[in-house]
């Protein structure tokens, strides 16, 4: 069954330290994975998009990495700030329907406090 | 940020009323998508359409229904609803297909009372 597993399920972490959030995927074959950042009460904005061939992309103080062997993904985000407090949403892709199937986790809620 | 609307942001109604949530993209996108989303939960895909006169049931079973008569335009219609019909409702866009990036809109929360 194809899964995306998402830990910790929720994390507080003080304003200008570092964090690493986690996700594990059984999705396959797959075709890319993506970490969205989702505020409260508004919709996912992709933060990075990793193939198969890549192992880590960066987008400001976002970094993702990926293993597609042990099929893990990691998202860490440097000197933490307060706009950072939101949903953190890791979505796998598929590359066997012709839709493009993408499998959600449940999301990592980060707060960051002052 | 993306160019996908979506009203009302916010829709609170009683039961056996029928109600349409709209949904706009400015960006030419061929492929919408409806998905629904409980708090603390992934999101579930309960209607896409590849294109005009294009629609398809999701993964989640839903009671709902779309349309898609132009290319910009994607609404979700409820004929009757019901308090399990409360939840945040997102629509998405993507140029190709759903492998690309998707952008969502801001979503709909609705309750049903």
């Known amino acids: 069954k194809n899964q995306v597993e998402q830990s910790p399920q929720s994390l507080i972490i003080l304003e200008g330290k570092n964090c690493t959030l986690q996700?594990?995927?059984?999705?396959?074959?797959?075709?890319?994975l993506r970490w969205y950042k989702q505020d409260t009460g508004r919709g996912p904005v992709s933060l990075t998009i990793?193939?198969?061939?890549?192992n880590t992309k960066s987008n400001g103080r976002y970094t993702a990495t990926l293993d597609a062997d042990t099929k893990q993904s990691s998202l860490h985000i440097t000197a933490s700030q307060l706009s950072d407090s939101a949903s953190y949403i890791c979505?796998?892709?598929?590359?066997?329907?012709?839709?493009?199937?993408?499998?959600f986790g449940r999301g990592t809620q980060l707060t960051v406090w002052p | 940020e993306a160019d996908i609307y979506q009203t009302p942001r916010y829709l609170v109604i009683g039961t056996g009323k029928k109600i349409t949530l709209e949904c706009s993209q400015t960006?030419?996108?061929?492929?919408m998508y409806w998905y629904q989303q409980d708090p603390g939960m992934e999101l579930h895909l309960i209607h896409y359409?590849?294109?005009?006169?294009?629609?398809e049931k999701g993964d989640l079973s839903s009671e709902s229904t779309v349309s898609r008569i132009r290319t910009e335009h994607f609404p979700l219609t409820l004929e009757s609803a019901r308090p399990s019909h409360t939840s945040q409702y997102l629509c998405?866009?993507?140029?190709?297909?759903?492998?690309?990036?998707?952008?969502f809109g801001p979503g709909t929360r609705l309750t049903v009372l």
């Open positions: 998405a866009s993507s140029e190709r297909s759903g492998r690309d990036t998707q952008y």
């Open positions: 996700c594990n995927y059984t999705v396959s074959p797959f075709s890319n």
């Open positions: 990793m193939t198969f061939s890549e």
């Open positions: 960006m030419g996108h061929d492929k």
């Open positions: 979505v796998v892709a598929d590359r066997g329907s012709t839709l493009g199937r993408l499998y």
């Open positions: 359409s590849y294109g005009v006169n294009s629609t």
